[in-house]
């Protein structure tokens, strides 16, 4: 992994540096997480990009989005969103429906197809990240169970590491 700062030396001057340096390590770890889920992807019957699985998982939480609420959901244009969508079409993942009071607007449906190739992405990550964690320590894993835990609420907070 690339330093952006500091001396590089591994050296603390206090207890800033120590989270510096604890975020780096734990940056480290995500740029792997982040490969193996890639990789893990990739594997499936059917490649998508990242782009695309993430417009498929959008769908696959807020069922029949329109096109305008699909591009602000991935932070893209509008013309883009809609290019995606004409692949994602034409591979069979989603269908455009009109509306049933407003023929103006189309709907984003996940296909059977759609949802299947979801959940062989979900299932060959979810493989791929077991076979990882099963070379750890249990006690290292128990430890990253918890600090997972514990991650989303000291984002927003809140208190306490979560059920243990």
């Not at 889920?37 to 019957?45: K, L, N, T, Y």
């Not at 189309?106 to 992405?121: K, N, P, S």
Request: charged share 25%.
């Amino acid at each position: 992994m690339t330093r952006l700062g500091g001396s590089g030396d591994g050296r603390t001057d206090g207890p800033g540096d120590d989270l510096l340096s604890l975020a780096r390590e734990i940056a480290h770890g995500v740029d792997g997480l982040a490969e193996l889920w890639s990789v893990a992807a990739q594997g499936a019957s059917l490649r998508l990009s990242p782009h695309q699985l993430r417009a498929l998982r959008l769908l696959e939480a807020e069922p029949e989005l329109n096109l305008t609420a699909l591009a602000q959901g991935m932070g893209i244009g509008t013309p883009t969103a809609s290019r995606l969508c004409d692949r994602l079409e034409a591979a069979g993942l989603v269908s455009r429906l009109l509306h049933p009071y407003d023929r103006r607007e189309v709907r984003l449906v996940l296909t059977g197809t759609g949802r299947q190739v979801l959940g062989e992405v979900a299932d060959r990550r979810s493989q791929a990240l077991a076979e990882v964690l099963a070379g750890m320590d249990p006690v290292a894993r128990e430890a990253l169970r918890r600090g997972l835990r514990a991650f989303p609420a000291a984002g927003t907070g809140e208190a306490g590491e979560g059920p243990g």
